[in-house]
Structures are given as structure tokens and as C-alpha cells.
């Protein structure tokens, strides 16, 4: 509880944009709505203006605990850079969760920068995959999160009024540390480096 109230949950609560009202039946929309979170906290990771979105996303999996807390309740981890075909080429989603309570996917698509309309299409061409791959009949329609640096709340509400799949949009903030404290945790670039010296480990343990 002191967590939340330190990063401040209550005003950040259901404050991503969302097309949810026009994309899901009433209920879920409300809930998968309150869901979603604007801005995102990952103040558990360093970033620099070089950083990349895969650095970005090796940091997160590297505080994967950390990263479900900072989602909410009812997340699941399923995978990262998530291969889907379609037709003959080959995709890859950043992030891809179940929600528990919303029974439904959820992708993340991971932004360096600012929010662009493009973004909506990409995320839309993404759920309908995993709707028609991935999703169980029962499951609910997949949602997407969009998480950029920054956004233009125009500008997001204009890219997702014709977009027929329920994605948000949201802002992601790492620099809410003391600066006397920022400089005693690892960049990116360094955590990037510790997962691919345990990814080669477990590959030589693998062959032996």
C-alpha cells in the first residue's frame, strides 16, 4: 500500500487513452479501462538518450517482478518478442500478457519517443493476429498498450476513434529516483549485457 501511495496509484488509475468504449461491451470496457494506468512508473531501471526499445524491454524482463507489480493485479507473463506468422513473414511482439480478471491478451508495444499515429496501426495489425492465432474461443478480445515516452493526447484520441481493435495509449516515466540514487542502479546497457551472459549459461548447460 505505501508503494501505491508513494507513486501515487490513485491519480494515475485509469488514466490511459483508450478507444475501450466504442471497442468492447460496457462492462469490460469500464473495467479493462480502470485497468490501465497513465503514466507507468519503472523507476527500478535507468535510461540515457541513446537507449533503445529493446534496452528498454531487456530492463523490464530483468525487474520482471517489479514490471507485474508496476502492471497491476491480475497479469501474467507469457512472453517476450512473441513470434506470430502471417501469411510468410514473421512479427514479433514486445510484450505479450494474459489478464486474469479481464480474461482476455493484452500486447505491449514498447516506444522510444513520442506516440505516433502509425503506432495504432501496428498495434491493431498485432491483435487481430493474436485474435485469430492465439485467442481460445473463450477468451475476451485481445487488448493492446501502447507505452511511449511521451504523447500528445490529441493526437492519440484522433489515432485510435477508427482503429476496430481496444488498444490505450500511455506514458512511461523511469526518473522518478533521487537523483543520488539513479546513479548507484545499472543502466540498460549493463542489464542487457547481465541477460545475455545468463541466456549464454543456460544455453551451455543446455548442450552439456
Given at each position: ?10 491519480q494515475r488509475?485509469?488514466k490511459?487513452i483508450t478507444?475501450?468504449q ?9 473495467f ?9 512508473i519503472f523507476?527500478f531501471?535507468?535510461t540515457?538518450?541513446?537507449?533503445k526499445?529493446?534496452h528498454?524491454?531487456?530492463a523490464?524482463l ?31 511482439l514486445?510484450?505479450?500478457f494474459y489478464?486474469l ?6 500486447v505491449i ?17 498485432y ?11 473463450s ?7 501502447i ?5 500528445s493526447?490529441?493526437?492519440a ?5 477508427n482503429?476496430?481493435s481496444?488498444?490505450?495509449?500511455a506514458?512511461y516515466n523511469?526518473?522518478?529516483?533521487p537523483?543520488?540514487?539513479k546513479d ?5 546497457t ?10 549464454e549459461s543456460?544455453?551451455?548447460e543446455?548442450?552439456?
Open positions: 500500500m505505501s508503494v501505491q501511495i508513494d507513486t501515487r496509484l490513485y488509475q485509469g490511459a478507444n475501450f466504442s471497442t468492447l461491451p460496457a462492462l469490460q470496457s469500464d479493462a479501462h480502470d485497468v490501465l494506468k497513465d503514466p507507468y523507476d531501471i535507468t540515457g538518450d541513446d537507449t526499445e529493446r528498454i524491454q531487456n523490464l530483468a525487474h520482471i517482478q517489479r514490471f507485474l507489480l508496476e502492471l497491476g493485479v491480475g497479469f501474467t507473463f507469457v512472453g517476450s518478442n512473441y513470434h506470430v506468422v502471417v501469411g510468410d513473414e514473421d512479427f514479433y514486445d510484450l505479450l489478464h480478471h479481464l480474461r482476455c491478451f493484452v508495444d514498447l516506444k522510444k519517443g513520442s506516440f505516433k499515429p502509425e503506432h495504432a496501426g501496428k498495434m491493431n495489425f491483435l487481430v493476429a493474436v485474435d485469430k492465432q492465439i485467442k481460445h474461443p477468451d475476451n478480445p485481445t487488448i493492446g498498450l507505452l511511449c515516452e511521451t504523447k493526447k490529441v493526437t484520441e484522433y489515432a485510435l476513434t482503429i476496430a481496444p488498444v490505450g495509449v506514458t523511469t526518473a522518478s529516483l537523483d543520488e540514487l548507484q542502479l545499472p543502466d540498460v549493463a542489464l542487457e549485457a547481465s541477460l545475455q551472459k545468463v541466456k543456460i544455453e551451455g543446455e548442450t552439456q
